[in-house]
């Protein structure tokens, strides 16, 4: 008997990868209805390609607005995708048994990444599209640091320099990303900042703002506007975010075939800017459109910042300074900052265009859950499965956890653990303490 | 052509995964010489089963003196073993293009389990035996909060209670594994404390100090000696924990295998305690042993806390206050206290007896790193590879990268990468500073 045969158990019934996708999935290629185009600022009219080589290299932009619904994914960016994917898809039957349910819970895990998150997905493809442009230097916004250290990395792979403006709530209170960001090599501002005409007008408007996404924006858009070898990359609300994201579905659906024939019930995921929710749910729509299964979507947005379930569908910019072009979206206007006290990400006062549309539609549904909530659940999670989640997860967790509590349906039901919690264990820590 | 076949590539040829083992490997089993028996702190006998059982529980105490070679893994450790297991094989071909070396890089990564490293292997085996003996309550040390978060992620598993003492000098400086502990449930002081007689007597003594694992090993001990329903678990050093992380070698000898016939040249493992390098190494010795391949094993130890490198083989304690039994190791002296400056993790002033017998067998080599090298390869790793290493395993990625750079030679080589370090981060951000 060989050490190889006695040793080894080659099933792991709970935990299910199949194979790192050959293509991104466009669904908007797909629907009926378009969505409806990026306006200029200025013009009111909707942005051509011209309107944004400022901003975004020519692969990025053509993906902004392609009608085409498999687009593959180059040899470059798969190379880095394999260094993790595909993250796994793991039945969390320690979590159904806590809460006492039939449903049959799926976890689609992002925490497996470098910067234990999902937004190396669209990282690495934006480093990649810059590089075969020749750009030298990358500039970004970051609240909670995921997509800042995720950019970072992305730029490590490709010789590009990253600068980032982190929003000050986050900066000051979860130094670790940072430390992230520097480690690979990027380069780390505090938002509002005295480096940028926006910046400096911000602070002199109100000297002791927190931050926010918005007005990161603006100062890393207004740099990138004024250097020609400089561009500037966005981690979310985007088409062309969206489409990268999109390799969680595609993994997720082909996963969850592989051991539940029928497909997913439903699809909870949490919803900030977007680009998560989009990229888990789009490929399940796809099932959806065509046929094969008839999943439910659930975007579980936070209440502190509840641009779905609270907010209006119109034009608005995506930055404060209103230097990006209008978005048509589910926003709480581009002057919205959450409370201070709120601690579990998705920040943005916006929802990407894509997902905006697939609710209007009919496709997704929005649900608000309270911090309190929503750490609750992270922590049963945490005790159960053992992964403590991103505190942007928990929200999706403690949709499921209400949906399928004491249920006796035998559901099937999907939740997107967009990342790890890690490094927001003081969050976890106040909660615990009994602070919200 | 269905989206199954269309958008998913199955092969990932710098992953391999192949199974969870169903037996953990017992080198010592195999020896000529046995391990050199513990002894008893007061007769100076070998501590036979009725000297230990105030601590252990009765599963624990047989892997002890075991001269079986295999020993099957439960089946309710299994099951929470597949949560994360089998880690992954990683080829690191980015770090050998920036090493200009002809080495074959092969990276064994424990940092995807729940709590970021190795040390759940064990936690969750002691945790287990330790409940079908019907124990409530788990006392134990931690220093960087590895084992300390890994035994409170394992009790969360088993219902039972765990208390904690850590180090005063990560307890101050590295607050996110407390936090990760509390958030498993578990309960956690700084050590020393004025909880015990030991940390009494050692605040009296010295009440500026910053502590030692061996100081906090007398405080957890105390308190499980003092009441029947509490037992103690030790994070690294005993024979059974040894014999738990073998889990991590015997899947990556399969893994290995299967892309690499020939077997490994040279493994390289961070020693501290000795558990990790010993759970890598000794089923690459069993290869050794039997004649399938000729792998040299590297213990990379801190030049802050050399026991191998620079310690006396001989029978030392444990702790500091001399509660536990004699153990014939490679020690500084129980009562040495690495400078707080070093923040490498692995302060453990002895060695695992099983691994020290291996080294006076000459089956493994040890080396000093020092905190900058270990750091400098730590960030290069990271930039390349993606993954931030915990601090303790860049001294292991030194001591690779030391061996193979510019190197022609078509070496094999495996590192043990015993966990991520992104709780560690401050100490990058340090190293970055040019702190050391």
Known sequence: MSAMTMNVDATNPDLVTVGVPTHWYNLAAELDVPIPPHLHPGTKEPVGPEDLVALFPAGLIAQEVSTEPYIEIPDPVREIYRMWRPSPLIRARRFEEALNTKARIYVKYEGVSPVGSHKTNSAVAQAYYNSIDGVRKLTTETGAGQWGSALAF????????????????????????????????????????????????????NPDTTGSLGMAVSEAVEVAAGDPDTRYALGSVLNHVVLHQSVIGVEAVDQLNAVEPGGADVVFGCAGGGSNLAGLSFPFLREKI?????????????????????????????????????????????????????AGGLRYHGMAPALSHTVELGLVQGVAISQHDAFSAGVQFARTQGIVPAPESTHAIAACAAHVADSDKEEVVVIGLSGHGQLDLPAYAEFLDGKF
């Open 290 to 342: 065509h046929g094969r299964s008839n999943p439910r979507v659930v975007a579980a947005e936070p209440a502190a910042c509840p641009s779905i379930t609270e907010g209006e569908y119109r034009y608005d910019h995506g930055d404060v300074a209103g230097l990006t072009p209008l978005l048509k979206m589910h926003t709480l206007g581009m002057d919205f900052v959450p409370d201070p006290i709120h």
């Open 154 to 205: 992305a730029g490590a792979q490709f010789g590009i320099d990253i600068e980032v403006w982190q929003v000050r709530a986050s900066y000051d209170s979860k130094p670790y990303r940072g430390h992230l960001i520097r480690t690979y090599g990027g380069t780390l501002h505090p938002s509002p900042s005295d480096l940028t005409e926006s910046g400096r007008a911000m602070l002199a408007k």
